[in-house]
């Protein structure tokens, strides 16, 4: 069992960047592991995947070119860069995990088994 806890979040002016962070209590090396986000009123959206065997990436086009997700498995924890932040990007931001026994694509709609609380992303127009 893996727990898992973001940070990184805050507030910033549209066309800003933040970097979110996710440790992970253990070794990283065999998941699939993903940001989400969900608004206010709207349903959860999976923003960025990366299956951690071998680095394949998967984004949402909403945030394509401008979100980059990354891992440091040397530290056992994935982050999320945010460039050229929209108003529509604010959100509660999750961090989430699942074992993966083969490389491949993480798709979003994957059951992820393990979340962290989520951190906070406001962008002011």
């Known amino acids: 069992q893996v727990q898992l806890r973001e940070s990184g979040g805050g507030s910033v002016q549209a066309g800003g960047s933040l970097r979110l962070s996710c440790a992970a209590s253990?070794?990283?090396?065999?998941?699939?592991m993903g940001w989400f986000r969900q608004a206010p009123g709207k349903e959860r959206e999976g923003v960025a995947t990366?299956?951690?065997?071998?680095?394949?990436?998967h984004y949402a086009r909403s945030v394509e070119g401008r979100f980059t997700i990354s891992q440091d498995n040397a530290k056992n924890t994935l982050y999320l860069l945010m460039n050229s932040l929209k108003p529509e990007d604010t959100a509660m931001y999750y961090c989430?995990?699942?074992?993966?026994?083969?490389?491949?694509?993480?798709?979003?709609?994957?059951?992820?088994?393990?979340w962290g609380q989520g951190t906070q992303v406001t962008v002011s127009s």
């Open positions: 990366v299956n951690t065997r071998d680095g394949l990436t």
């Open positions: 253990g070794y990283i090396d065999n998941y699939c």
């Open positions: 989430a995990a699942d074992h993966v026994f083969t490389g491949g694509v993480c798709q979003p709609n994957l059951g992820y088994g393990y």
